[in-house]
């Protein structure tokens, strides 16, 4: 059972944009900010989009974006692209989790 | 080009030891701190275990606790993670992954993992 809550999977087509959603408590991602993004393709490592709640790593497209409302953070596409499907996993500290905790994960379906 | 590349996995039995290592380059990797992070087939990614830059400071999810040791080289440019006592819950790919860093400042998030090294345990 994953730390934090995810849903399965979501869709969009070319061009669109989605989002998707990371539910936590008031002990992680509500009382920190340090919610990270992971996006990962099958059979590749996992690769970093987004840290701190809403930080962009050194090319990462701004086509990611990440934001945070109370318990729930959320990583949203915009102007989705074929590559961009993928699994992607958020992550969060707790010091519950000792370092960090990861959510259940999230298929990206680019239609 | 910086780049993290795990070996060691393996087939081994319920109750056996494997030792994984973790190659560093194209970065200072002594001021780095790490993790070892794993994924068990078709399912999400589980936290294993930190260890700051110096090594002074470490930390094991409860799953692994008490049967895992990480530790570092950092004049070999290497991170590894014994594992004794295993169980076929281990069963994952392994990926070891850097600690993203700005200005000097550590952020809990993992900028650079490597390709992941595999190990089954099963009779």
């Known amino acids: 059972q994953s730390a934090l809550t995810q849903p399965r999977s979501v869709s969009g087509s070319p061009g669109q944009s989605v989002t998707i959603s990371c539910t936590g408590t008031?002990?992680?991602?509500?009382?920190?900010?340090?919610v990270s993004w992971y996006q990962q393709h099958p059979g590749k490592a996992p690769k970093l989009m987004i840290y701190?709640?809403?930080k962009r790593p050194s090319g990462v497209p701004d086509r990611f974006s990440g934001s945070k409302s109370g318990n729930t953070a959320s990583l949203t596409i915009s102007g989705l692209q074929a590559e961009d499907e993928a699994d992607y996993y958020c992550?969060?500290?707790?010091?519950?989790?000792?370092?960090?905790?990861f959510g259940g994960g999230t298929q990206l379906t680019v239609l | 080009e910086v780049q993290l590349v795990e070996s060691g996995g393996g087939l081994v039995q319920p109750g056996g030891s494997l030792r994984l290592s973790c190659g560093a380059s194209?970065?200072?990797?002594?001021?780095?701190?790490m993790n070892w992070v794993r994924q068990a087939p078709g399912k999400g990614l589980e936290w294993v275990s930190y260890?700051?830059?110096?090594?002074?400071?470490?930390y094991y999810a409860d799953s692994v606790k008490g049967r895992f040791t990480i530790s570092r080289a950092n004049a070999k440019n290497s991170l590894f993670l014994e594992m004794n006592s295993l169980r076929a819950e281990d069963t994952a790919v392994y990926y070891c992954?850097?600690?993203?860093?700005?200005?000097?400042?550590?952020?809990?998030?993992?900028?650079?993992w490597g390709q992941g090294t595999t190990v089954t345990v099963s009779s």
């Open positions: 701190d709640v809403s």
């Open positions: 194209g970065f200072t990797f002594s001021i780095y701190e």
């Open positions: 992550s969060s500290y707790a010091a519950s989790y000792i370092y960090v905790g």
């Open positions: 992954a850097r600690v993203i860093q700005t200005g000097g400042f550590y952020h809990y998030a993992l900028d650079v």
């Open positions: 008031s002990s992680d991602v509500g009382g920190y900010n340090f």
């Open positions: 260890i700051t830059s110096s090594g002074s400071t470490i």
